[in-house]
């Protein structure tokens, strides 16, 4: 038996049905078997998940684009030093394709800022290190929010904060609908015999959302018995913490995910995480602990509101398609982009076209500035 199989099934002995959200922590980030840890080079055509990243560099050109956009006139107007943070860098490949281009077409912005990544996996940092040492005196890394905030200076920061398929990889807890008894309960993890099976939770400590609590009854009077849906409350306390980092900037996340018409839909009965394995849906979420991906699309509202109640304001709800194409109307106007060659128009098609990857990720965008002094 693999000993993270063992790991998982000690604790579920130890407490009866163990929570979905723990189940998922240690299958993907247990600090010497998880998915996470030890797979290196799991995304890609090649891995069990294929991103905007492995498409090709134009991903992380576009954005370096944009970050120059925001940041320039942040940079001329400030003595104190400005950031760009990427949080979950995976193996530091969108980090490289952004310092390129940034270091290439606006070298005296790249000479004025500095990359930050925050990343709690030392063995991940190694990675990150390897693939980013021509840049490493401008890249410097934190393993928290919290590591972040303590090490500038000022404990917050002026730029932009930003990751790529993190939200939607966070912990999740799984809740489904008793129509008989008109209320919601929490789906955990038992053992059957030598496998890992759900089970409902007898006892829940979580506190539901409002969105759940209030319901109204013509939804909840024909919604499925069993319908299956996720909340992830480390998600939501992510991105209220990372808003509570920022003085002046920008907070953006791009990621699978839902906006709020989109919650509740008979396509969805069974909720929206998913296994991927060799770039394949699993049938089994629950197997193959620590050799498979586990994902849930982000609750965009949830996100947004925790955002807005850190002092952020909304600056844009889009596709990555709609996007990627503001970016590229105004990348045609600027040379310093460089030429749009055959490999830019596939990579770009890959990342907009709704059956690829331009409707299925979603781009949240929110904003602080400081209050205004009085004189």
Same mark, same amino acid.
């Given at each position: 038996?693999?000993?993270?199989?063992?790991?998982?099934?000690?604790?579920?002995?130890?407490?009866?049905?163990?929570?979905?959200?723990?189940?998922?922590?240690?299958?993907?980030?247990c600090?010497?078997?998880?998915?996470?840890?030890?797979?290196?080079?799991?995304?890609?055509?090649?891995?069990?998940?294929?991103?905007?990243?492995?498409?090709?560099?134009?991903?992380?050109?576009?954005?370096?684009?944009?970050?120059?956009?925001?940041?320039?006139?942040?940079?001329?107007?400030?003595?104190?030093?400005?950031?760009?943070?990427e949080?979950?860098?995976?193996?530091?490949?969108?980090?490289?394709?952004?310092?390129?281009?940034?270091q290439?077409?606006?070298?005296?912005l790249?000479?004025?800022?500095?990359?930050?990544?925050?990343?709690?996996?030392?063995?991940?940092?190694?990675?990150?290190?390897?693939?980013?040492?021509?840049?490493?005196?401008?890249?410097?890394w934190?393993d928290?929010?919290?590591?972040?905030?303590f090490?500038?200076?000022?404990?917050?920061?002026?730029?932009?904060?930003?990751?790529?398929?993190?939200?939607?990889?966070?912990?999740?807890?799984?809740?489904?609908?008793?129509?008989?008894?008109?209320?919601?309960?929490?789906?955990?993890?038992?053992?059957?015999?030598?496998?890992?099976?759900?089970?409902?939770?007898?006892?829940?400590?979580?506190n539901?959302?409002?969105?759940?609590?209030?319901?109204?009854?013509?939804?909840?009077?024909?919604?499925p018995?069993?319908?299956?849906?996720?909340?992830s409350?480390?998600?939501?306390?992510w991105?209220?913490?990372?808003?509570?980092?920022?003085?002046?900037?920008?907070?953006?996340?791009i990621?699978?995910g839902?906006?709020?018409?989109?919650?509740?839909?008979?396509?969805?009965?069974?909720?929206?995480?998913?296994?991927?394995?060799?770039?394949?849906?699993?049938?089994?979420?629950?197997?193959?602990?620590?050799?498979q991906?586990?994902?849930?699309?982000?609750?965009?509202?949830?996100?947004?509101?925790?955002?807005? +109640?850190? !002092?952020?304001?909304p600056? $844009?709800?889009s596709? #990555?398609? %709609?996007? @990627? /194409?503001?970016i590229?109307?105004?990348?045609?106007?600027?040379? +310093?982009? !460089?030429?749009w060659?055959? $490999?830019?128009?596939? #990579?770009? %098609?890959? @990342? /907009?076209?709704?059956?690829?990857?331009?409707?299925?990720?979603?781009v949240?965008?929110?904003?602080?500035?400081?209050?205004?002094?009085?004189?």
């Amino acid at each position: 038996m693999r000993p993270l199989i063992e790991l998982i099934r000690r604790e579920i002995v130890g407490s009866g049905v163990l929570s979905f959200a723990r189940f998922m922590e240690l299958a993907l980030y247990c600090p010497v078997y998880g998915y996470y840890e030890a797979n290196k080079d799991n995304p890609g055509r090649r891995g069990d998940f294929f991103t905007s990243v492995s498409v090709g560099e134009l991903f992380g050109q576009l954005l370096a684009f944009q970050f120059a956009e925001w940041l320039e006139s942040e940079v001329e107007s400030r003595a104190s030093e400005v950031r760009i943070i990427e949080a979950g860098a995976h193996d530091g490949t969108l980090a490289r394709d952004i310092l390129n281009w940034l270091q290439l077409a606006r070298p005296k912005l790249f000479e004025r800022i500095e990359y930050g990544i925050i990343e709690p996996s030392v063995r991940r940092q190694a990675w990150q290190k390897e693939n980013l040492e021509k840049y490493v005196p401008h890249v410097r890394w934190f393993d928290s929010l919290d590591s972040l905030k303590f090490k500038i200076q000022n404990s917050k920061l002026t730029g932009v904060i930003f990751s790529n398929e993190l939200l939607d990889a966070m912990l999740v807890h799984r809740l489904g609908w008793d129509a008989a008894a008109k209320k919601w309960f929490e789906w955990g993890v038992a053992l059957e015999g030598e496998k890992f099976v759900w089970a409902k939770k007898q006892k829940s400590e979580l506190n539901l959302p409002s969105v759940l609590r209030h319901l109204p009854s013509s939804l909840l009077d024909v919604l499925p018995d069993g319908y299956t849906l996720e909340m992830s409350p480390a998600a939501e306390n992510w991105w209220r913490e990372a808003a509570g980092s920022l003085e002046r900037g920008r907070l953006m996340t791009i990621d699978y995910g839902l906006d709020a018409d989109e919650l509740f839909s008979p396509s969805r009965l069974r909720g929206t995480l998913r296994a991927y394995f060799r770039q394949h849906v699993a049938d089994d979420l629950l197997a193959n602990a620590g050799e498979q991906d586990l994902t849930a699309h982000v609750n965009f509202p949830a996100v947004q509101a925790a955002g807005e +109640s850190a !002092g952020l304001a909304p600056e $844009s709800f889009s596709t #990555q398609a %709609q996007f @990627l /194409t503001r970016i590229l109307e105004k990348v045609v106007k600027d040379k +310093s982009f !460089g030429g749009w060659n055959t $490999s830019r128009t596939r #990579q770009y %098609q890959t @990342l /907009t076209h709704p059956e690829h990857l331009g409707r299925a990720f979603r781009v949240l965008i929110q904003f602080k500035k400081p209050p205004a002094t009085r004189s």
